[in-house]
């Protein structure tokens, strides 16, 4: 099987990390002599504030106002999880980023410098209401004050949403627009169409 490079797109409880799982999975029971490289920068800006120092002290606020973290970091994030965990034999699946244009255009330079064409970007289309209700049963800690939930899709329709139109638009992507209010499963079945695996 082609390596794949897919990044996830979608509201906060949209279910990239569900179908994220359902596509690890998949790509390892079809393509067993390569790895995965998951790269979900949420899960890293919660491992990483948790450590000392000035500027997780910065990004734990944020977390807390629910509001979006500077571009650098995120980039940051993923560039060092490039860094430090590809070997070129990967499929690569990012998971909720990028999250504003200039990260795009800045993960567009990343692509090819590792040689990675054709990359397929998956919305996953869910209503503002639908994300509400995932969140609320979710039982994050991140999700369940109402105001800090407000601001994060709040966030993704000003920053993110320019991006999926970006992506939706631009030759050099793969663009499935996958509606999410489905089961997971058939989200599932209607991705791995879309990819061709």
Do not use: C
Request: hydrophobic share 35%.
């Amino acid at each position: 099987m082609q390596l794949q490079t897919v990044i996830f797109i979608g509201r906060s409880g949209s279910g990239k990390g569900v179908q994220s799982e359902h596509l690890k999975r998949y790509l390892a029971e079809h393509s067993p002599d390569a790895p995965v490289l998951y790269i979900e920068t949420g899960d890293y800006f919660r491992k990483y504030i948790k450590s000392p120092g000035d500027t997780w002290e910065r990004a734990r606020k944020i977390i807390e106002l629910g509001t979006r973290q500077p571009d650098f970091l995120a980039v940051w994030m993923w560039a060092t999880a490039f860094i430090e965990n590809y070997h070129g034999n990967e499929h690569i699946v990012f998971d909720g980023a990028p999250r504003a244009l200039p990260e795009a255009k800045i993960l567009e330079t990343a692509l090819p410098f590792y040689g990675r064409t054709n990359p397929v970007v998956v919305f996953l289309d869910v209503s503002q209401e639908t994300s509400e209700e995932r969140l609320k049963g979710r039982g994050r800690a991140d999700d369940v004050n109402p105001e800090v939930v407000a601001r994060r899709l709040a966030f993704f329709t000003k920053d993110v949403l320019p991006v999926v139109e970006y992506y939706r638009n631009n030759e050099a992507y793969r663009f499935l627009d996958i509606d999410g209010e489905q089961t997971p499963e058939k989200v599932f079945e209607d991705i791995k169409k879309g990819l061709e695996v």
